[in-house]
């Protein structure tokens, strides 16, 4: 079933506006184990945007996996469906953020529409959000949702796709439920499966806390600017959850890069495409 915004009634455009802090970025660099050196006026590395445009709910607004429920009128629709992840994005990069200035982000919602998959019932949702500063739009995104019912403790796991291991470059990373809570914190994401290990076992059916989907698309935009310079564009695909005790591998070949977990699943997959320069 399709539900597409009808192409003849201007989309509802919900706007929100806030400083980008320079001292939560450089939090984020901490816990990342960087250096804290970002200051004001300085450019923000690509995805750090996550860290800002809060929309806090009060407790009686959330559902029960902290995400705010979903009421008539908002931005995303409610499918009916309970479980609730981010598939991957789209971002295009037409100019630099940068830290201590205001900025304004823009979203809509692009398309909505639920099918039947071999696992149930699958709801699939795109927002577009657009970054402005100054007068000037500097990113576009696409954040695409999945929505899907809880799991059967009867049915059988699919089974993830193998990672390519013909990488050029790798770097290993570590998670652990300490950098979880601060980047939920710093991107103020109530999600349960990324700090409630009973609740992301006993009710979503995981095996431990899940790494957050932005997070490992921010290490492998990371990797792709040093090995690239700055981006163009860059776009990305979970295709299975990576646990807070697994050490992962970020891969890269060409404009090529992904996610390996420790017995070789694929995590993720995504392309970077460089910057032009004269």
Known sequence: ???DPDPQVPPKIFRQTDVLDPARAAAFQVALAQEAT???GDVLPPFFHQLYFWAPQPPEQLG????PRLAPGGLIPDLGLPRRMWAGGRL???RPLLAGIAAEKRSVLESSSCKQGRSGPLGFVTLRHEVWQQGVLCLSEWHDLVYREDPDPEAVRPVPPRARRDEEEQRKIAFSSTLLFRYSALTFNGHRIHYDQDYARDVEGYDGLVVHGPLLAQHLMLLAQELMGPLADFSFRATAPLMHFEVAEFCCKGQDL???APDGRQCMQAVARPRKTC
């Open 38 to 40: 970002i200051a004001a």
């Open 1 to 3: 079933m399709q539900n």
């Open 64 to 67: 029960r996996d902290g995400h």
């Open 92 to 94: 295009q990069f037409d």
């Open 258 to 260: 992904w996610v390996r």
